[in-house]
């Protein structure tokens, strides 16, 4: 981290944000007690990730009972992964991708393995976001919340989903920026063809040469 | 002047030098049990997202030592314990035997108990060796020492070059519209919540009335400049209620 990092002064809204994700990720875990065994085995670990954008980085560390969330980190971290958020977002949550559109390239540097598990748990757990608004808004208000953000969530994933495969049809078909498989296969036809026929007739130059070269020496 | 003579504030009350060390044993003792629940109330929840921010301008790493001074009930101790991992220490150290008592309990609770350490100390004289820690941290505790010069010399001396002080404490609104909020919120309603939760409002008349006994941002900036800290900086939360100074030791 730079010094110009480190002299940047810690935001108090984002610390907020940052603490009630930390709170809603403890808090599935408390009424998850399998998938938490499963997490504390990676106990110490440090993982990294960050949005190209906006640039923001999140570090979280597992312990051994949930994660915490950071803003900011010195130390090194065990796996890193950056990408833009929608990228980010079909990698972890496991949204339907679509090269191209959603599921583009993320960088991801470090330990594979442990993100691939750290993501399988991520898409078992079921965050309870009626347990954590409850002492805010009560019980009945904080159970039509739960339900809203459950179905927001599903019909962001459905959303995500059908934009892949819309866009996906819209660049690779229509707007032919992207070729399709199929378009990529005949034109590697069409080069093997073109190449063969420039083989031949370098062979037949070469041999009308020779011919020539001959009857000049006759 | 010698200190049989100085004097000192504990709160808005003038004391004997010797005395005011004593008084606020006393303040700590009395609330130590419930320190934890008082601070969430009169905070309304806001000191841990300062201790927070205040962890993330640590700069901790695996592998090093870290002193939580005042550290009473081991909020920020048992984040450094997780952070500094195996091959890290903590030292959660603190004047008052009835919150060390509470920090301990809470750091075994956590699983912290295998890289850390509990001491009784006095924050004016050290008893760790020169260059010893990679941090040092102080939370809401500078502003109940007697002697904060040396204090602050004494945190530089056990730092290791490189190593960093973080004060998390007090401080002065920039806003005198806030200022004045503030001070009606925290004399009107803290004593009575003092009253209601640990039978005690005298306490918590003495933590409003020793905040704003406690050195400006800029006058604790000095503070530490003097005592030889380098890029010495702070950053103000909550419109300047609380501040948070950080300095090197290079």
Partial sequence: ?218 | MSDDNKVTHFGYQQVPWQEKQQKVAGVFRSVAGKYDVMNDLISMGSHRILKRMTIELAGIRPGHRVLDLAGGTGDLAIKFSRLVGETGHVVLADINDAMLEVGRDRLIDAGCSHNTQVAQVNGECLPFEDNSFHCVTIAFGLRNITDKDAALRSMLRVLKPGGRLLVLEFSTPVNKQLAKAYDAYSFAVWPRLGKLIVNDAQSYQYLAESIRMHPDQDTLKGMMDDAGFARTEYFNMLGGIVALHRGFKF
């Fill in chain 1, 1 to 218: 981290m730079s010094l110009k990092d480190q002299s940047r002064s810690p935001g108090l809204l984002s610390t907020t944000a940052l603490a009630t994700v930390e709170r809603a990720i403890n808090t599935a875990l408390r009424s998850d007690p399998a998938t938490a065994d499963r997490l504390a085995v990676h106990a110490g670990r440090l993982v990294a990730i960050e949005t190209t954008l906006p640039p923001v980085a999140i570090y979280a560390l597992v312990v051994e009972d949930g994660v915490e969330l950071y803003h900011r980190s010195d130390a090194t971290p065990d796996v890193a992964v950056k990408g833009n958020p929608v990228d980010l977002a079909a990698l972890l949550l496991d949204w339907k991708s679509r090269p191209g559109v959603i599921g583009g390239p993320v960088d991801i540097t470090g330990n594979r393995e442990l993100l691939q598990e750290l993501q399988t748990l991520a898409r078992e757990l079921h965050i309870d976001w009626g347990a954590i608004l409850e002492p805010i808004t009560g019980s009945e208000l904080a159970q039509q919340l739960d339900v809203g953000a459950r179905r927001l969530f599903h019909w962001a994933r459905q959303t995500a989903g059908r934009l892949a495969d819309q866009l996906g049809d819209y660049v690779g078909n229509e707007s032919g920026l992207i070729p399709s498989r199929r378009d990529v296969y005949e034109f590697g036809q069409d080069v093997d063809e073109l190449r063969m026929d420039v083989d031949r007739l370098a062979a037949r130059v070469q041999r009308l040469q020779a011919r020539r070269n001959g009857s000049t020496t006759d």
